[in-house]
């Protein structure tokens, strides 16, 4: 059973270029929540959804960041006209149906570097 | 809304001793509570979790926690560590009646000396 599966590990943007990064849950696991990493400052939410829908965003930059879980296919985090501030580890996370305590199962990572 | 201190950001230890790892949160209601640990360049992996039941929690890799609710503190210990045991430890919280909207405190770097 494959883990959370993310990619790329490493990207790297020019700034005002797109990034997306992708993420497929574990076998079963329907809900997938988006994390940010900044250097010396632990990991910040950023949404949580489940198929087709956006359960909780309130950790979403206002502008330039979206994502989406699609009914195929895996959840995708998307960053447009980057700047050298997104530069971050952005992780993705899952966990079976909503069964709070439930563990939530980390990807190995994306590192987005802003040139 | 919750949130997670972890008072220290870096605690150095010699291999073998002892060590803990502090961590307080504070809820208005009542929470599970998790330890993540991070290795270089990957992702977390959860160590333990207290959901109910006993206040003493056993991990992984030699590591427990206890619940203290009256301190509102889940301190991460180990009675011998070990140079593998090198990495950043998270502290998380998440609302039990809610979903499984998880907040993380800042990390702990542990650095274990040889």
């Known amino acids: 059973n494959a883990g959370v599966m993310q990619n790329p590990r490493h990207l790297v943007r020019r700034r005002g270029q797109e990034a997306r990064l992708r993420c497929s849950p574990m076998?079963?696991?329907?809900?997938v929540y988006w994390y940010r990493q900044l250097p010396e400052e632990g990991l910040k939410f950023m949404v949580y959804l489940q198929k087709e829908n956006i359960i909780d965003e309130s950790g979403m930059p206002k502008e330039r960041f979206s994502a989406e879980f699609p009914k195929e296919g895996p959840s995708i985090l998307r960053i447009q006209q980057v700047v050298r501030g997104d530069s971050a580890a952005y992780f993705c996370?899952?966990?079976?149906?909503?069964?709070?305590?439930?563990?939530?199962?980390f990807g190995e990572g994306s590192w987005l570097t802003v040139v | 809304a919750q949130s997670v201190t972890q008072l220290d950001s870096q605690v150095p230890v010699f291999e073998e001793a002892p060590v803990e790892l502090r961590c307080n949160y504070s809820s208005s209601v009542s929470v599970y509570l998790f330890w993540y640990v991070q290795y270089p360049n990957q992702g977390l992996q959860l160590l333990l979790k207290?959901?109910?039941?006993?206040?003493l929690v056993k991990g992984i890799n030699g590591f427990e926690a206890e619940f203290n609710k009256s301190q509102t503190s889940f301190h991460l210990r180990k009675p011998s560590v070990h140079i593998s045991d090198t990495a950043e430890y998270f502290c998380a919280v998440s609302d039990r009646g809610g979903y499984q909207k998880v907040t993380f405190g800042i990390g702990t770097k542990l650095q274990v000396i040889p």
């Open positions: 076998k079963g696991h329907s809900h």
């Open positions: 207290y959901l109910s039941g006993s206040t």
């Open positions: 996370a899952s966990s079976p149906p909503n069964v709070a305590g439930n563990t939530i199962y």
